[in-house]
Each structure stands twice: as C-alpha cells, then as structure tokens.
C-alpha cells in the first residue's frame, strides 16, 4: 500500500517538516546558545572589550546570524509540520515552540545589548 491508502487503524508517522524544525532547533539552539557563551567570554576576559572587527568577534556575529536563520527556518518548518495531514505533530509543535522562544529570547538579549551601549 501507498501513503494514500493507509488504513484508519494504522499507526501514524511523524510529520517530517516537524522532525526536520525539531532537529534544526536543537542544533542550531545550542550553537547559538555556545556563540552568546563564547562571546561573553571574550567580552570579559579582554582588555578594554572586545575589538568589534577582531576575526573572533566577526566569526561569532557571522555564526549568531546564521543560527538565527536557521531559527527562523526552523519555525516555518514547524508550523508547516503541525498542518500536514495524518501525521504525529509532537516533533511539530516543540520544533515550532522552541524556535519561538529562542527567536524571542535572541532578541531580547540582543535589545538589552542595545539600550545598555
């Protein structure tokens, strides 16, 4: 039998959209979570702050973006999962509300940067 032809009673999959936001959140939430780290570290442990166009400040900004990114591409999959027919949305719905909160977290720690300096 094909997909379209499953029977009622059959187990349902995940939604692959949902798998796909859930493991994009993971990864990327614990790369970007690592740069906030990495780039406070630096900011406390150089003399006089960081040099904003130092390779190691430029790095990290560059991998923050591109996790944020990945953040917001997590998300759409997210929603996109909860919506696919007869299939699981667990992974769907944590994907979703992860990328979420950790988009919503981001930018408010990135607007507490900007009002302190």
Known sequence: MNDLQT???????????????????????????????????LELNTPGGVDEESVEAIVAGMVMIFSIAAMFVAFVLGVIGLFVG????????????MSGLLLLFTFLIFALGMAQG
């Open 7 to 41: 029977p009622a009673d059959a187990p349902l999959k995940h939604s692959g959209p949902g798998v796909a936001s859930f493991v994009l959140v993971v990864f990327f939430g614990l790369l970007l979570l690592a740069m906030f780290g990495y780039a406070g570290y």
């Open 86 to 97: 007869r299939r699981k949305r667990l992974f769907a719905w944590l994907g979703a509300a």
